[in-house]
Each structure stands twice: as C-alpha cells, then as structure tokens.
C-alpha cells in the first residue's frame, strides 16, 4: 500500500514539472516574441511600437536611454521593455520617449535636460517613470524638447522647451512638470513638430502655437506665437501630423493639406517654396492616415495602398544632392497597410495582419531614388533577415551564375564598360573591364560576375566615369571620399598622376557628399554646399578659370548652395539650391571653351540634369523634360541636329530622372516606368528611335545607368538588370555575350 502511494507521489510531481516546463515555455516565448503589432511611433534616430498583446518595443539610438532598457546601447533590434503588457499609446521624440497604460497612467524615459519628461527634474531616465498622478491621460505627441497630452476630460497639457511658445501657456517659461493650456476642455486630438505643437478641436477646428520661422503653423504669417491660433476657418479636419518645421493634415473630406518649411520641395506641392498656409497635395487621392519626418512624408490611402515623398535625394548628411521636388509616389504593392510612422531617415508602417516593416531612405544616385520595404517582424512577431525584401520581379531571362551576394542594391553605377553597385548592406561590388584597376580589387583581369571591393561595409554611394572614362569614385558613411583607376589627368584626386587598382582616399577630410566621375576628371559637393573638381582641365571642365589640370581638389567659386553635379568627357553641369542651372567646359553653345561656370538662361526651377559628350538633359519642377546639344543620333526628339538652348522633349510632365550616354538616353516616369531613346546597334534599343520607348510594361524602376552602349537598372525590390554591349563583360552574366532583352544579374534573395 505504501509502495502505491509512493508511485502516485512521484507520478503527481512529475505530471506539474511537466505542466510547470508548459507554462514556463509558452509564458517566455509569449514575453520574448512581440506577435503583432498594434501602434508604432518613430523619433529621430529611435523607434517604438506596441504589441497587440500590450507588450512595449523600442529599438535604435539610445544615447540618453530613450529605449527605457536601463542602459545606453544602442538596439538593431525591437527589444521588450519590461514585462508587462498593459501598454496603450506611445510616443517616440527626437531623444525621449513617452507612453499611456491602459490604466491611464503616464510614463516618460530618455533625454530631460528641459524637462521633457515632466517627471519634476532634469535628469536623464534610462528606464520608464511615471509622470503626474493623474490616471486619465488619453492621447500624446512629442516635439524635440518638449511633450503634449491629453486627458479623458478633453484638456490639453504640455511640458518641457517653451523657448518659442510651443507649450503654448502664454509664456516662453519652460516646465518641468504637465502644466495645462488654456482652460477648454474639447480637445481630441495633437501632434508636435520640433517646436510649434498643433492640435483638433472635437468642432473640426485646428489649431497651432510655437515656432513659425517658416509658417508651419499655417496662420499666413511668419510670426511665433504662444497661445493657440486657428488655422484657416473654411476647412474641418480629421488629423494632423508635424515634423521639424512643417505640418501636414487630412481634411474630413479626406484630402491632404501640407504648409511650412519646403526649401528642398519636402511638402511635395511641386515647388521649393515655404508655405504659410495650407495647400492641398495630390488631388485625386483620399487618405486616411499621414506621418511627417525630418524631409519625407508618409501616408495611407483609402484603398490601403502606402505612398511617400520628399527630396528624393538628401545623402546621409541631410544635403540635397538632386530632384529635391517629389510628388507622392506608391511604395511597394500592397494594399492592407494599416498605419505608418516616419522617424529621420526611415519610414516604418504595419500592416492589417500586424506585420511591421521598414524601408530605409538611401540615395541611390544623383537624381532619385525610391524605398526598398522590408519585413522587420512578421505576423507572429518574428524577425526576419535582411536579405527579406518585398518584391516584383520583372520576367525577363535571367543569367545563371555561381555566387555569393548580400541581398538587395541600393546603387548602381555604370562607366564605359565597366560596372559597380553598393549592397544593402554597405558592401562594394563590380564587374566589367579592367584593364587599368578600374574595379578596385587590385588586379587588372576584368570580371564577367561581380566582385567585391576591399571588405569595408560602409559604402554609401559610387559612380563610374563613362564616355571612355576608366575610373571609380565612392564615398563611405564617414564622409570620407575615394578613387582608383586610371589616373592620367589627376582624375583620382590624390595629388598624383599614377594609376591605382585599389581604392585610395582623397585627401584627408570627411565631409563629401556626393561625387561623380567623368572621361577624365571628378567633381564633388561637401556637406558645406561647396563644389570641389580635379583631373583634365583641357576644355575648362574643372571651373576654377584655367585650363590646367589638376591632382588635388580645387573649389569652384566661393559659392556654398551646390545641391548636383554631373560631369561628362569635356563639360560640368551643376546645379544650385535656388534651382539655377550652370555649365562650364566645352558647353557646346560658344566657340571658346568656357572656364567659370555660366548660368544656363535665367530659370531657376531646375531639379536634376545629366550631361554626356554629345547632349545635356535636365527635368523642371512641373515633371517637363528639356534637353539640348547635338542631335545627330535623334536624341532630341524633334528631328533637328543641334539645340543651342534647352527644347521641351514631348508634352509629358511626370519625368521623374534622366541619365544620359553620348548615344542615347534613358529616363524614368513618376510611376517607375522605364523609357530609352536615340540608342545603336548593341542590343540596348532598336538604332533610330528618336521618342522616348518604354522598356518592357514594368513601373518598379528606381534607378538607370548608363555605360557606353549598355543599360543596367535597378528594381524597386533591389534586384539590378542590365542588357547591351558585353564584350568586356559588363553587364555581370558571365559571358561576353551581347543582350537584347533585360537580364536579371544580381536577385534581391
């Protein structure tokens, strides 16, 4: 009898070992996967997100603790904050973080040097702190500095930098603790920029306070103020969202207005200038749901789709290096997105199925780019590897070649024969001829499939020179500017005229932004806006008023507002941030070389351009294109054989970049549709098309290059196509077989 009980004991404690192991295995992976996601926020360089279960993820910066893990190291990755799962709202600032329970209760972390955190102190939270011991708070919104509330009675408090009125309390005091404004109680809705806070009445009203330097409140004036001020009285709204010193809002009819800053095009109305009231964007459209960051905007659809704009080429320094005017383009395919946040440089958005995904905004080249998405978390909330991108593969032929590549591209670039591009991953690729080390990888064997170039991860951006150029310059993320190649005419820049096979640094300084490589000379803009050149100076192509070549860097003029270059054998191209267009070298309309750069008539809506050896094309702000040089390969589109001054190309206005070869030209639409005219006899395009043809019926293009008788183009999923010219193999399939049709060389997968 004693041996039974005992049997059953040992029976009974292993029956709850094993449903304790249940419970401790089902409970941590409960705590550690997110599952769906319910609400993300974006800051400057942080963000953070709700799970549908009321778990709280942060992840990015956290210089000042602005993640609320405790310590201040900086998160690749959503990581949980705490263990509970009672979280509601939050709010992710430019270097503090605030969040709502579903209790009511307030909590705030991260930077608080002007109170911020309205906890009562200054001092920097590296974990979450309750704020107040109201239990009633309902919505928030964080600026820079300073944070907005709401309570359930409908009053409205704010906190923190008052130093231009953005708490709006009358005073320019800045608080520490929630300090209430005004004493209305039928506020239902807020959202802060750097430092002018707007928010919605429960009547449709809108109203705004603080900074006004570039009429971001939308009042028609320039003028701070703090206390509230009406926008407009003849419109309802629904929403708002503001970032820096702009704002953008959905009427109740669901249209979209935009005022404020907008020098570089960033409220997408077409035009660079600032806004004191609000202007309606993209009229055919209904949106539901807007996010605004530092120079893009963001917002869904009434039918779910996922659009986005800005100055589709600011580099990692915040310089605008081209086609600064965009209109909203669609971002990927889908049509379930759900809600969307922008923090400085990256839009985040979820999807119906609580999927979160990202894209990054890298500059693909000198005149546009478009956002790459990918899947951060799943459905289930798990992680999903880099090489996961969202994409649409067009169906050409595809090249079948062994090796190893790190996902999807971000740019291209394509020289007389040879070919380079820059990975996702910061990884430097070519491929092509090499005769003079124009690859970098130390040899001069050319290479049919692409190789990597030195083991360096940080590779921003690259150009190759075409018109028979034979050399490569690249930038890194430290701003840090290098060249390799044939060095006859100084082109790389390093102070001598030896030819290098690797990639050599120019100069000592690491504040470069953008550069491109001609026939034989190089020019680049720094983070000040200055425009620096070197190498052949025999047609006065450098600019600096000789025609001596150059080894080192020289600055053109003493102007600081350079935005875009392009270079070609013999001419520079450049243009200004007031949209002023100016040429310098053999510019083709004057007998004598030209050695100072010109103004190129007086319009000065000029957005992005590229130049070659026989002609030049440029796009205004309306989506025009214009073009002039020499015509007899029909590159001009209207059967003359030289323009002196720019021609309208056709009746289109929805360009949205161009590049050109000395044979033909290629540009693509705003809606990603590819068109190629004036091409030869190397596969490229049938010889005598003088209109422009659209490749294939894809709108996913997001980039073209063009080499001296081939294409490489790269998709919106990352993956690059090219076709043409192969003797030295160029386009990457390896073979040296010439293509007519696209072939697929590098899959985003």
Request: aromatic letters at 8%; a negative charge; hydrophobic letters at 40%.
């Amino acid at each position: 009898m004693k041996l039974k009980a005992k049997k059953r004991l040992i029976i009974s404690i292993i029956l709850v070992v094993i449903i304790l192991s249940i419970v401790v295995f089902f409970t941590w992976g409960f705590i550690t996967a997110p599952g769906a996601m319910r609400t993300v926020s974006a800051g400057t360089h942080h963000s953070v997100a709700i799970a549908a279960n009321g778990s709280l993820w942060t992840w990015g910066d956290n210089d000042f603790g602005q993640l609320g893990d405790g310590t201040v190291a900086r998160q690749s990755a959503p990581l949980r904050i705490g263990r509970g799962r009672s979280w509601e709202i939050a709010a992710a600032g430019e270097l503090h973080t605030v969040a709502i329970q579903r209790d009511g209760s307030l909590w705030a972390w991260g930077e608080n040097g002007s109170g911020q955190l309205g906890d009562g102190t200054r001092s920097v939270r590296t974990e979450p702190v309750q704020i107040s011991a109201y239990t009633d708070w309902t919505n928030i919104a964080v600026g820079n500095a300073h944070t907005v509330a709401l309570r359930a009675d409908g009053s409205l408090w704010t906190w923190g930098n008052n130093f231009d009125g953005q708490l709006g309390d009358g005073t320019r005091s800045t608080r520490t603790t929630p300090m209430q404004v005004g004493t209305d109680t039928d506020w239902v809705s807020i959202d802060a920029g750097n430092a002018h806070t707007l928010a919605l009445r429960s009547d449709g009203t809108l109203w705004a306070w603080g900074a006004n330097e570039h009429g971001q409140l939308g009042n028609g004036s320039t003028v701070h103020t703090d206390v509230p001020v009406q926008i407009g009285t003849d419109i309802l709204w629904t929403s708002v969202a503001a970032s820096g010193d702009r704002t953008v809002a959905i009427a109740t009819d669901g249209s979209l207005w935009a005022w404020g800053a907008n020098r570089i095009g960033q409220l997408g109305d077409g035009s660079a200038t600032d806004r004191a009231v609000p202007i309606q964007i993209s009229f055919d459209t209904e949106w539901i749901s807007v996010a605004v960051g530092s120079v893009e905007t963001v917002a869904i659809a009434a039918d779910g789709t996922l659009w986005a704009w800005g100055p589709l080429d600011v580099d990692y320094y915040g310089n605008v290096r081209a086609s600064p005017y965009a209109m909203p383009v669609q971002v990927g395919g889908y049509t379930d997105w759900d809600s969307v946040a922008m923090d400085d440089r990256n839009g985040i958005s979820i999807r119906s199925d609580g999927s979160l995904w990202t894209w990054r905004s890298d500059t693909l080249n000198v005149t546009w780019r478009s956002p790459n998405l990918r899947m951060i978390l799943d459905r289930h909330g798990r992680s999903m590897t880099d090489s996961q991108f969202v994409r649409h593969t067009p169906q050409p032929e595809t090249a079948s070649i062994d090796y190893t590549f790190p996902g999807a591209i971000r740019e291209i670039a394509a020289g007389s024969a040879h070919t380079a591009a820059i990975a996702a991953d910061g990884t430097l690729w070519a491929w092509g001829q090499n005769h003079i080390g124009q690859l970098g990888n130390g040899s001069v064997i050319s290479r049919t499939t692409p190789t990597q170039i030195s083991a360096s991860t940080d590779w921003v951006s690259v150009s190759a020179s075409g018109s028979l150029g034979e050399h490569t310059v690249a930038i890194r993320s430290d701003g840090s500017l290098w060249a390799w190649g044939n060095n006859r005419s100084g082109q790389l820049g390093n102070g001598t005229w030896e030819s290098s096979g690797r990639p050599l640094q120019v100069g000592t300084d690491i504040d470069w932004t953008s550069a491109v490589a001609g026939r034989d000379h190089t020019a680049a803009i720094r983070s000040d806006g200055t425009l620096w050149t070197w190498g052949s100076n025999r047609n006065g192509e450098l600019g600096n008023g000789t025609t001596t070549n150059q080894a080192t860097p020289v600055q053109v003029g003493t102007g600081e507002d350079w935005v875009a270059v392009s270079v070609c054998s013999s001419r520079t191209v450049a243009l200004q941030s007031d949209g002023s267009l100016w040429i310098w070298g053999s510019s083709g309309f004057f007998t004598d070389a030209i050695t100072a750069p010109i103004q190129l008539s007086t319009d000065t809506d000029w957005i992005s351009m590229s130049t070659s050896f026989t002609h030049t094309m440029a796009i205004r702000s309306d989506g025009s294109l214009w073009t002039w040089g020499r015509n007899i390969l029909g590159e001009l589109d209207d059967g003359t054989t030289y323009v002196r001054e720019p021609m309208k190309v056709g009746t289109d206005t929805n360009w949205y970049g161009v590049v050109t070869s000395p044979h033909f030209t290629a540009a693509i639409k705003v809606d990603g549709s590819l068109w190629i005219w004036s091409a030869g006899s190397m596969g490229q395009l049938a010889y005598g098309v003088v209109a422009p043809e659209q490749v294939g019926t894809d709108t996913d293009w997001v980039n073209i290059a063009l080499g001296w008788y081939y294409v490489v183009a790269l998709n919106s999923d990352g993956s690059i196509w090219t076709w043409g010219a192969n003797s030295s193999g160029q386009l990457g399939d390896g073979t040296t077989i010439d293509r007519s049709i696209p072939v697929l060389i590098l899959d985003a997968n």
